[in-house]
T-cell receptor
Framework: RKEVEQDPGPFNVPEGATVAFNCTYS??????FFWYRQDCRKEPKLLMS???SGNEDGRFTAQLNRASQYISLLIRDSKLSDSATYLC????????????FGRGTSLIVHP | ETGVTQSPTHLIKTRGQQVTLRCSSQ?????VSWYQQALGQGPQFIFQ???????GRGNFPPRFSGLQFPNYSSELNVNALELDDSALYLC????????????FGPGTRLTVT
C-alpha cells in the first residue's frame, strides 16, 4: 500500500458543479496535511493547510479524518480556472522531516 | 518579498555526468527542500536543509547530495547521472524546519541522454 494515495482521475465536471477529492494516508503518526494545486508544467502552489477542525477558504473546504486516515478537498461552484492537478501532502516529523506527496488528482472543468 | 528562484531552467546532460542545480529561497525563509517530479507523478522528497544542516532525507541514493549556504540558498548535486534521473527538480522554501507550508520555485527540467 502506498503511503499517500489519490485517485488520479480525471474528474470531468461542468462549471458550477461541486466536486470532492479524497487522499488517504497510511502513517497514523502523520502530523501535517496540505493541499497544493499544480497547473500543467508549472510548480505546485499551496492551496490550503488542513487542520483537525477543518478549514474553509472561499469555495474550497478541507477536512481531516484521523480515524479513517484521509483528508478531503471540496470545491464548490467550480470555475474553468479550477482545472488543474490537486496534490495532497502528508508529513511525518519523527525526529526528521519526511513529507510525502500523492500523485495528484486531475480536475477538468468544462463549460 | 522575493519568491523562490531556481537555475538553470532546463539542462541536458549525458549519462555518467554530474550536475548542480541551484535554488534561492524566499526572503525570510531558512529551510529548503528538494523534490524530484517525474511525468505524471507527485513530487518525491529528496532532502531538506534547515540552517545549513540536513533535516530529513527521502529514499534517494547517496549520489544525490546537497548544501545550504549561510544566506539559505541551496544546491542539489547529482553524480553519475542515470537516464531515470530525467525529471523536473523542484526546490521549496519554508519559514521553519519541519512540516510547514512550502513555496515552490519554477523547477529545473533535467534531461539525461
Amino acid at each position: 500500500r502506498k503511503e499517500v494515495e489519490q485517485d488520479p482521475g480525471p474528474f470531468n465536471v461542468p462549471e458550477g458543479a461541486t466536486v470532492a477529492f479524497n487522499c488517504t494516508y497510511s502513517n497514523s503518526a502523520s502530523q501535517s496535511f496540505f493541499w497544493y494545486r499544480q497547473d500543467c508544467r508549472k510548480e505546485p502552489k499551496l492551496l490550503m493547510s488542513v487542520y483537525s477542525s477543518g478549514n474553509e477558504d472561499g469555495r474550497f473546504t478541507a477536512q481531516l479524518n484521523r480515524a479513517s486516515q484521509y483528508i478531503s478537498l471540496l470545491i464548490r461552484d467550480s470555475k474553468l480556472s479550477d482545472s488543474a492537478t490537486y496534490l495532497c501532502v502528508v508529513s511525518y516529523s519523527g525526529g526528521s522531516y519526511i513529507p510525502t506527496f500523492g500523485r495528484g488528482t486531475s480536475l477538468i472543468v468544462h463549460p | 518579498e522575493t519568491g523562490v528562484t531556481q537555475s538553470p531552467t532546463h539542462l541536458i546532460k549525458t549519462r555518467g555526468q554530474q550536475v548542480t542545480l541551484r535554488c534561492s529561497s524566499q526572503s525570510g525563509h531558512n529551510t529548503v527542500s528538494w523534490y524530484q517530479q517525474a511525468l505524471g507523478q507527485g513530487p518525491q522528497f529528496i532532502f531538506q536543509y534547515y540552517r545549513e544542516e540536513e533535516n530529513g532525507r527521502g529514499n534517494f541514493p547517496p549520489r544525490f547530495s546537497g548544501l545550504q549556504f549561510p544566506n539559505y540558498s541551496s544546491e542539489l548535486n547529482v553524480n553519475a547521472l542515470e537516464l531515470d534521473d530525467s525529471a523536473l527538480y523542484l526546490c521549496a522554501s519554508s519559514s521553519r524546519s519541519g512540516a510547514d507550508e512550502q513555496y515552490f520555485g519554477p523547477g529545473t527540467r533535467l534531461t539525461v541522454t
